[in-house]
């Protein structure tokens, strides 16, 4: 299912639709991120910067990412 079928299919009245659309439109979120954060270390960006990006502290972003990523 593509994003914007998810995001529809969030809306749904059936808690059973709706909750499984929003797992998964999770699971699309963190993917997303872990591509953008190699990308920005790729670029040379601090984790720092790649922080302040995500709204969170620099900790909790390089623990979440720094082993997926090199550096």
Do not use: C, F
């Not at 994003?3 to 979120?29: F, K, N, Q, S, W």
């Not at 920005?40 to 979440?64: F, M, N, P, Y």
């Amino acid at each position: 299912m593509e994003a914007t079928e998810l995001a529809a299919a969030a809306t749904d009245r059936d808690p059973g639709v709706g909750l499984a659309a929003v797992a998964a439109l999770r699971t699309l979120l963190e993917e997303l991120e872990a591509v953008h954060v190699s990308n920005a270390r790729a670029q040379g960006w601090s984790w720092e910067q790649i922080a302040d990006a995500l709204g969170v502290r620099r900790q909790t972003a390089h623990r979440k990412h720094a082993r997926r990523t090199r550096g």
